[in-house]
C-alpha cells in the first residue's frame, strides 16, 4: 500500500502545473489605477493576455498587469472580430424588443429612434429578410417625442406589435397607463448605447461580431447574416 501511495505521488508530482488565472493582481492594478469595478477575468486565446471586464467595457491585459489594451482583439487567421463577437453576447437582450419571423434562427440587434426616418425604412425592409430574430434596442435620441413614443411602445402589452405598428404604418402606441414605469429600461439602453459609442441610429449589430452604424437594405442585411460580407 505504502509503495502504491508513494507511485501515485510521483505520478502527481509530475504532471504540469495548471495555469492560474491572475486575478488578484489585475484587479488589483485596475482597481486602484483606473479606479473600476472588474466583472469578470478570463483568459483569451493570445497567450500571457487576459480579458478584462470592468464598467461594461472589455478590456485587455498583461498577467503582471503592467500594460493593458481598450481595443478589438482579432484572429488573424480567420480576421474575426472577437473583441465584437463577445460585446454581442454581452447584450442585456431583455432590455429589447423581441420580433421573430419564420424560424428565426438568424439574430441581428438594431438601436433605434421611433422618430429616425431611417429606422423606419429599415424597419420595413427586415419584413423581406427570412427567418430573423430581430431585437430593438429602443434608443431615444432625437428629442421629447421619440421619448414619449418610446414609453408607449415599451409600456404596450405586446411590444413587438406596437413597434412595428409605429415603424411600418405610423400606426401610433396607445398611450401608456399611468402606472406604467419604463424608465429603468430606458436608462439602460441608454447607458448602453453610450457604452457601446452608439451615436446615431439606425445601428445595426450581428452574432460573428459585425457592426453596421446607419442604414443598410435588406439584402445587404442578408448577407451579413449569411457571414458572406467581411467587418
Same mark, same amino acid.
Given at each position: 500500500?505504502?509503495?502504491?501511495?508513494?507511485?501515485?505521488?510521483?505520478?502527481?508530482?509530475?504532471?504540469?502545473?495548471?495555469?492560474?488565472?491572475?486575478?488578484?493582481?489585475?484587479?488589483?492594478?485596475?482597481?486602484?489605477?483606473?479606479?473600476?469595478?472588474?466583472?469578470?477575468?478570463?483568459?483569451?486565446?493570445?497567450?500571457?493576455?487576459?480579458?478584462?471586464?470592468?464598467?461594461?467595457?472589455?478590456?485587455?491585459?498583461?498577467?503582471?498587469?503592467?500594460?493593458?489594451?481598450?481595443?478589438?482583439?482579432?484572429?488573424?487567421?480567420?480576421?474575426?472580430?472577437?473583441?465584437?463577437?463577445?460585446?454581442?453576447?454581452?447584450?442585456?437582450?431583455?432590455? =429589447?424588443v423581441?420580433?421573430?419571423?419564420?424560424?428565426?434562427?438568424?439574430?441581428?440587434?438594431?438601436f433605434?429612434?421611433?422618430?429616425?426616418?431611417?429606422?423606419?425604412?429599415?424597419?420595413?425592409?427586415?419584413?423581406?429578410?427570412?427567418?430573423?430574430?430581430?431585437?430593438?434596442?429602443?434608443?431615444?435620441?432625437?428629442?421629447?417625442?421619440?421619448?414619449a413614443?418610446?414609453? =408607449?411602445?415599451?409600456?404596450?402589452?405586446?411590444?413587438?406589435?406596437?413597434?412595428?405598428?409605429?415603424?411600418?404604418?405610423?400606426?401610433?402606441p396607445?398611450?401608456?397607463?399611468?402606472?406604467?414605469?419604463?424608465?429603468?429600461?430606458?436608462?439602460?439602453? =441608454?447607458?448602453?448605447?453610450?457604452q457601446?459609442?452608439?451615436?446615431?441610429?439606425?445601428?445595426?449589430?450581428?452574432?460573428?461580431?459585425?457592426?453596421?452604424?446607419?442604414?443598410?437594405?435588406?439584402?445587404?442585411?442578408?448577407?451579413?447574416?449569411?457571414?458572406?460580407?467581411?467587418?
Amino acid at each position: 500500500m505504502k509503495r502504491l501511495i508513494s507511485t501515485l505521488l510521483l505520478g502527481l508530482a509530475a504532471l504540469p502545473v495548471l495555469a492560474q488565472v491572475p486575478d488578484a493582481t489585475i484587479r488589483k492594478a485596475f482597481e486602484e489605477k483606473l479606479k473600476t469595478k472588474i466583472a469578470k477575468i478570463s483568459k483569451t486565446p493570445m497567450p500571457g493576455i487576459y480579458e478584462v471586464i470592468a464598467d461594461g467595457q472589455i478590456l485587455y491585459a498583461d498577467e503582471k498587469a503592467g500594460y493593458f489594451i481598450h481595443g478589438d482583439m482579432r484572429e488573424l487567421r480567420t480576421l474575426r472580430n472577437l473583441t465584437a463577437e463577445k460585446k454581442f453576447s454581452m447584450l442585456p437582450l431583455e432590455l =429589447a424588443v423581441k420580433t421573430v419571423r419564420g424560424s428565426g434562427k438568424n439574430v441581428v440587434v438594431t438601436f433605434e429612434d421611433p422618430n429616425c426616418g431611417y429606422c423606419k425604412k429599415l424597419a420595413k425592409d427586415l419584413v423581406k429578410v427570412k427567418d430573423t430574430t430581430v431585437y430593438t434596442f429602443v434608443y431615444s435620441v432625437l428629442g421629447e417625442d421619440s421619448v414619449a413614443k418610446s414609453k =408607449a411602445i415599451l409600456c404596450a402589452t405586446d411590444r413587438s406589435k406596437a413597434w412595428n405598428e409605429w415603424m411600418q404604418n405610423n400606426i401610433s402606441p396607445p398611450a401608456p397607463a399611468a402606472s406604467c414605469d419604463v424608465s429603468s429600461i430606458m436608462n439602460r439602453t =441608454a447607458e448602453l448605447g453610450q457604452q457601446l459609442g452608439i451615436r446615431g441610429t439606425p445601428f445595426l449589430m450581428f452574432a460573428n461580431g459585425q457592426q453596421a452604424p446607419g442604414y443598410i437594405p435588406a439584402d445587404e442585411i442578408a448577407k451579413r447574416l449569411a457571414g458572406d460580407v467581411g467587418s
